[in-house]
């Protein structure tokens, strides 16, 4: 590790029950990269993104994202510099798109006004009104992209990267990723379709270890 | 002689047991209530050990939470498993003993009505335990929950025993020297069965977790590996 | 943003999906209030009998059916909510507090609607009730916090709807023995200042305890 990595994980393995959901997975994620991840269904891909997002610990290993080690109480302080889009949507169903993008401008100490202009963003200004139980899983996706928009991430990370995204929110995707990228950052990116992921590089998930994908 | 030196701690207990029984059963009867009484060698010293298991339980979640040793997290909940047993044969010895005396099963003494309730806490911090897979989530939420009991168990105490004394005097009584050194004998006693209990739980919960590493061995899969290549071809054109 | 601020955002949330859900305020409250309505019909309906009873009554059934707003479906996240709110850098105390104060919000409204019920059916006696003022507001609170604490142990286990109330039930006498003894000692013209510290010093007891826990808790229910 040289400290200016923004992800890195050394020999993590991780335990659930009888399975091993990862064994020695190595990973270094510089800054100004955008990586894709890779590997069959079940490998254990969500899993990885949530140890990466310091929301899971790993049972054995070390490692370090932010410059925060994780397992310590030092990952609180940086964790405001992470958005995960996950494969469930994290928005409450109860609550209106728009409801649901100014909660995160609230919660995050921002003014609510940030939240409609980036739900504007997205497409969805017009879609404020409705309730998140009421929405396609397409404006879900794409009012949680909106939340990348408001944080502005240093870390992101996106599960199911293109699921359930038409043409116009797939690049939207890229262009969300690419000034994340920009800015430098770090971007990490799950898929089953290796060609749209437009990628510096890829790692697959294989037997719970990273492999470089050439 | 191994089998002195290796069982040493249970021959001593069983002795112990022995002289108190004896003792508990010989004393001369109490002059009011007369033989019945004779349960309070049980009635007290499991109440003891019902509140004894219970701080050894709260040390044994304080200390996970500290150090994150399974070690202490098997000691929490050995010791919670032999408390609920005494908790329960304290209550019930005590309704045995009230029905002759007081002509009713339950009476509406503080002593008592906390009993109770650690029972139903126990129990609680036992289901919670049964309820979660995954060890040291599970030592994490019962050492949370057993540290909060425990601060809880004082001010329910405190609670009772302040309604009560508004509403009638307290009604303890100091008790002849010779009964009060038969009752001390018979906590002696139930320790002693108690700290062999909780060895021997300790030792089987250590096996249980060395089978599971054993079972965790052979069985063991990666994640995905359950899932193959559907053998379901796909037939686009037919 | 200040810890504070933290607090009152999250509360704002649990009580805005609250709103939606309604839960509390149209399910819960009249379910309790149905109950006051059968239990004279079971143990008589003789008016002195009632007003001796009533407040007795109305305790039990705001600390039992109060677990209905304790386990309501606005006060429970998925694991895709609670990473966004870790992610979004709620402090875990934060998150405590603000889940708690809209747990004991939810349980003062249903307190203060089962209220007017109690004194149309029951007539109990309601000497010094401005100390309900105090009194209610200190047993909400406590609840609130024995509630977020003991549905942080029991989150995403599938039986949760019944091991939170068994959790809960036996570490809530001293409540139940404050709010009970304070009212009869209104009705007594004895003083109620011991029994109003007592629900004090649950209270604050819970609040550092849950404090305290909020981290490691944080850390177990990934």
């Known amino acids: 590790m040289n400290g200016h990595e923004i992800v890195y994980l050394d020999d993590v393995g991780l335990r659930l029950g009888n399975t091993i959901i990862l064994r020695e997975a190595k990973l270094s994620l510089g800054p100004g990269e955008k990586v894709g991840l890779l590997g069959p269904n079940g490998s254990g891909k969500t899993t990885l993104l949530r140890i990466i997002a310091t929301l899971l610990q790993p049972t054995s290993g070390s490692g370090a994202v932010l410059g925060a080690e994780i397992g310590t109480q030092d990952v609180y302080e940086i964790r405001n510099r992470i958005v995960m889009v996950g494969h469930l949507p994290g928005l409450w169903p109860e609550l209106t798109l728009g409801e649901n993008t100014e909660l995160v401008a609230r919660l995050s100490g921002r003014s609510p006004e940030v939240a409609a202009d980036a739900l504007a963003q997205v497409g969805l200004a017009r879609a404020s009104e409705r309730r998140a139980d009421q929405s396609s899983k397409g404006m879900l996706r794409r009012a949680e992209l909106a939340r990348a928009l408001i944080l502005e991430p240093t870390l992101l990370l996106l599960d199911e990267a293109h699921a359930g995204l038409d043409a116009e929110a797939i690049g939207m995707v890229d262009t969300i990723a690419n000034r994340v990228v920009a800015g430098g950052g770090a971007v990490m990116l799950v898929s089953h379709e290796p060609d749209r992921l437009n990628v510096h590089r890829s790692v697959q998930l294989v037997d719970g270890t990273l492999e470089m994908v050439s | ?238 | 943003m200040t810890f504070w601020r933290q607090v009152y955002e999250v509360a704002r949330k649990d009580l805005l999906v609250e709103s939606r859900t309604a839960e509390v305020a149209l399910m819960t409250a009249p379910f309790g209030a149905a109950a006051l309505i059968l239990i004279p019909l079971a143990i008589g309906t003789d008016a002195p009998l009632l007003s001796q009873l009533g407040p007795g009554l109305y305790w039990i059934v705001v600390l039992l059916f109060g677990m209905l707003v304790i386990l309501r479906k606005s006060a429970v996240d998925g694991q895709a909510q609670r990473d966004l709110v870790r992610l979004l850098g709620i402090e875990p105390a934060a998150a405590f507090a603000g889940a708690t104060a809209a747990t004991s919000a939810l349980v003062l409204f249903f307190e203060v609607a089962l209220g007017p019920i109690l004194i149309a059916l029951y007539n109990p006696e309601l000497r010094g009730w401005p100390w309900l003022f105090v009194i209610l507001p200190l047993v909400a609170i406590g609840m609130g916090l024995l509630g977020t604490i003991a549905s942080g142990v029991t989150t995403s286990i599938g039986t949760r709807t019944s091991l939170t109330p068994l959790l809960i039930v036996p570490l809530s006498l001293p409540l139940l023995m404050g709010a009970t003894q304070a009212l009869e000692g209104l009705r007594l013209g004895r003083g109620i200042v011991p029994w109003l510290i007592l629900l004090f010093a649950v209270d604050l007891a819970l609040a550092v305890s849950g404090v305290l826990a909020a981290r490691p808790l944080e850390e177990a229910v990934t």
């Open chain 2, 1 to 238: 002689m191994t089998i002195v030196r290796n069982r040493w701690l249970e021959i001593v207990t069983v002795a112990i047991i022995g002289v108190s029984l004896f003792r508990s059963m010989t004393v001369v009867a109490d002059v009011t209530q007369g033989d019945v009484q004779r349960i309070m060698y049980v009635h007290v010293p499991s109440a003891w050990l019902a509140f004894l298991a219970f701080m050894v339980t709260m040390v044994g979640s304080a200390a996970w939470l500290r150090t994150k040793d399974q070690r202490w997290d098997r000691l929490a909940a050995s010791s919670a498993e032999i408390g609920v047993v005494f908790t329960g044969l304290a209550i019930v010895a005590g309704m045995i003993w009230a029905k002759p005396v007081w002509g009713q099963f339950w009476t509406w003494e503080p002593r008592l009505v906390t009993t109770a309730l650690l029972f139903f806490i126990y129990l609680g911090y036992l289901a919670l335990r049964r309820a979660v897979i995954d060890p040291v989530q599970r030592a994490r939420r019962a050492a949370i929950m057993g540290i909060v009991a425990a601060v809880q168990i004082p001010i329910v105490y405190y609670s009772v025993n302040w309604w009560r004394s508004l509403h009638q005097p307290s009604s303890a009584r100091s008790i002849d020297t010779p009964l009060r050194i038969t009752l001390l004998l018979g906590v002696v006693a139930f320790t002693f069965a108690y700290a062999v209990l909780l060895r021997r739980r300790l030792e089987l919960a250590r096996l249980e977790e060395e089978l599971d590493a054993k079972r965790f061995e052979q069985s063991q899969s990666v994640a995905g590996a359950d899932i193959t290549a559907p053998s379901l071809a796909s037939h686009p054109h037919d």
